[in-house]
Structure formats: C-alpha cells, structure tokens
C-alpha cells in the first residue's frame, strides 16, 4: 500500500532523519513535547480514576446504610394504608425489594454524655430486602431487635462516643413532650444496646441508631411504619424510578431518592472533579502547544527542502499538510502513550500504591484518619474518551500555525544562498 507522499514525509521529519546536530534537537524538543503529552493524558486518567474510585467506594457504603428510594407520609406520621403502598411500589418492574420503617430523631444519654440520633425503626425479617448492612455478623446482631425488648444497635462511632458496649443501657429522649399536671415533661425510655453496626460510613456510623419499628412505633406514638424503603435493580435509574413512582402511588406521600437524598455531597464532588479535569487538562494543553515551537524550529531548518518540494509541483496545501502530519504523529503517539500508561495504572493501583508504601514506610490513607484505608480507582469510559479526544485536538490545532507558515515559503528567497 502507497501513502501519498505528504503522510510518507511527514513522518520522515517526525522521526528526523538526517543526523545534524540541529535536526537532533529539532527531534529531542520533538520528544519532550510527545513525552509532555503522554505524561499529562497518564495524569488526567490516573487522578479522574482514582477519584471515580472515591466516589464509587463512599456511595456504595452510604448505599449499605441508606435505601435506594424511601417514600414517607406527610410530617413523618404512619402511611394511612402500608399494605396499599408496599403494593403499589412493588408493581414497578424495577423495584425488587420493600421494607417499611421509622424515621425520627431523638437523643441518647448515658450518664452525662448525651447525642443527638437518627432513630430508625426497621423490621430486621425485612431489611435485607432494601439494604446491603444485614450480611455475616450485622444481620445476627439486627436479628436481636426484637419486638417489646426495647433493643437498639448503635453505630459503632456513636457507641463509642457513648461509652457503651453491648449489654448497657441508655436512654432515649423522644423529641415530643408528655402532658401532665406539672407541664409538659420529656418521654424517657431505657433501651437496651443489643449489638453494634460498621457502615464504613462515619456521618451513620456517628449518628444512627436502629430499633425494632414496633418498638419505634410505641416511643413515637404511631399507628404503623412512617415510611418504606425501596431497593432497585439498577441504582442509577433511582431518579427516573421516583418519577415514576409518584405519578403512580397514591395518597399524600412523598417520594426521595438517594441522589436527592446527598445532593450536597455527590454535587461537590461534581464539582472537585470538573476542576481536576480543567487544571490537568492544561498540563496536555502545555505539552501540546510546545509542538508550535518545534514546528516553527523544523519549517526554518526544512525551508531548502519546501522550496525544492514547490518547484516539484507541490501545492501549498501540500506543503501545510506534511507538517500538519508531523504535528499529528507526535500528538497521536504521545495520547496513546498517555493511554497505555494511565490505564496501565489505573488498573493496577492496589498493587502500586501497596508497593510504593512500602518502600518509603509510609502510609498514604491511615485508617484512624480517612474513610477509606486503600486507594481505590475505577477508570470509565465517559471519562478516557473526552481525554483522549482533546489531546488530539490540542494537538492538532498547535499545528495550524507552523504549517500554514511552512506553506507561505517563496522557493526562490529559500534558495537564494543555498
């Protein structure tokens, strides 16, 4: 197969064939630029994938504690008809668990300490429908809940801060007050701390308490579950399920989703991971632009060359184009480089990272500091792609310039003194 002689030559310059003193730094400006480009695609796809991996580890441990989807009746009082609800919301194909719950707040006390919880009641038979918190140990210790003990499982962090362990008591200040002769005093109920829970979460594992919802119901005064909670085939659909849900579920309930649900957290880390990408992203733009300066160095080196070219016959556009190629052989090596490197990492970090700590005797993510104690990466196709893309645009683009100037060359004042 014959390439037209603009790809043949341009890939001639790219590799610079001659071996002057000249031409070779043409070519080790030519490398470093190729090298730049590589080392800032490898950057942008290592640190998208491993904040992808952040991301990806928090939400499924958020998820472990929180449902997909909860629906609630109107000022957190019981669902007028539970057995309506948990039918209507299991007739959506994407719904395939239900259980119902409590939600409140309260405060536990233990001598003088005393926090502000979030109580849910729960029914432990039921749990492990919408929840993946109830597997091994955690669902022996939920099975304890049982109703008329009064039995609660604190999160770890909170029975800490407590000062609990299982067996202890504590008592539960409900949030409503009791009438009587003497005024308006608190309801007090002693609870038994059954068993403890580690989410991995520490905004649940500090806050969250758990009780048998029959239990619940008694020291919140309702009739029933205040609530259900939903588990979906497909996490990701949780929005489009909700808006489905509420044009079809009836009665005054509302519906949230777990997007809604931490709008705050996922929206920042929207936000930090557009901002890596901008900053990273001129790390390439960089790398990519110093390709003008060894173009513009390779047309003054090459100008005897154009000129011989053009009194051959070769068009300006022809000329344009040879250098063009030289530019878009150096992006396009220097992006799939960048590729193989960061992908090469990013699939690997849990033995890089491991191998790197060892070696300096230090620990990047100490467990009595950070939520998550290993460096986790998940590399996504929306992400490399779009890296990629642009590389090979900057690229190209820093190419414009210098070719366009190859191709303004006059043959006779390029001859002149050669």
Do not use: C
């Not at 707040?105 to 919408?130: F, S």
């Not at 085939?233 to 509420?246: F, G, I, K, P, Q």
């Amino acid at each position: 197969m014959k390439f037209p002689y603009e790809l043949r030559i341009g890939w001639r310059y790219t590799r610079a064939g001659r071996t002057t003193r000249r031409n070779g730094f043409i070519s080790f400006i030519s490398g470093v630029s190729m090298l730049g480009i590589a080392l800032g695609v490898a950057a942008l796809i290592i640190v998208l994938s491993v904040m992808n991996g952040f991301q990806k580890e928090v939400r499924d441990r958020m998820l472990g504690v929180i449902s997909h989807i909860e629906v609630y009746a109107k000022d957190s009082q019981a669902l007028p008809d539970l057995a309506k609800t948990l039918s209507q919301v299991r007739a959506n194909p994407e719904v395939i668990g239900a259980a119902p719950f409590i939600a409140a707040q309260a405060l536990l006390a233990r001598g003088e300490d005393m926090k502000g919880t979030m109580i849910r009641g729960i029914d432990p038979a039921q749990e492990h429908l919408v929840t993946d918190l109830v597997n091994g140990e955690q669902a022996a210790v939920l099975a304890k809940l049982i109703p008329g003990e009064f039995g609660v499982v604190l999160g770890i962090d909170l029975a800490k801060s407590l000062g609990v362990r299982p067996g202890d008591r504590v008592t539960l200040v409900a949030p409503s007050g009791q009438v009587t002769p003497a005024g308006v005093v608190p309801r007090l109920k002693q609870m038994t701390v059954v068993g403890t829970f580690d989410s991995g979460n520490f905004e649940y594992d500090s806050a969250l308490a758990m009780v048998h919802v029959d239990d619940a119901a008694k020291i919140f005064r309702l009739e029933g579950p205040s609530g259900v909670r939903l588990k979906l085939r497909d996490l990701h659909d949780a929005r489009r399920v909700a808006d489905e849900l509420s044009q079809t579920l009836t009665g005054d309930l509302y519906i949230r989703d777990w997007t809604r649900q931490n709008r705050t957290w996922f929206a920042a880390v929207q936000v930090e991971k557009r901002m890596m990408f901008i900053i990273l992203t001129l790390i390439v733009a960089v790398a990519a632009f110093n390709l003008v300066s060894t173009l513009v160095m390779t047309v003054t080196d090459k100008r005897a060359d154009i000129a011989i070219l053009r009194t051959l016959g070769a068009s300006p556009a022809s000329i344009m184009g040879i250098f063009v190629v030289q530019g878009a052989m150096v992006g396009v090596i220097g992006t799939l480089a960048g590729l193989a490197l960061g992908l090469g990492v990013a699939f690997n970090i849990d033995v890089i990272v491991p191998a790197l700590e060892h070696a300096l005797g230090a620990s990047f993510l100490p467990k009595d500091i950070y939520l998550i104690s290993r460096m986790p990466s998940d590399p996504q196709q929306s992400d490399i792609v779009p890296v990629a893309v642009i590389s090979l645009v900057m690229a190209f683009v820093a190419t414009l310039y210098p070719s366009w100037r190859a191709s303004r060359v006059n043959p006779a004042e390029a001859l002149r003194y050669e």
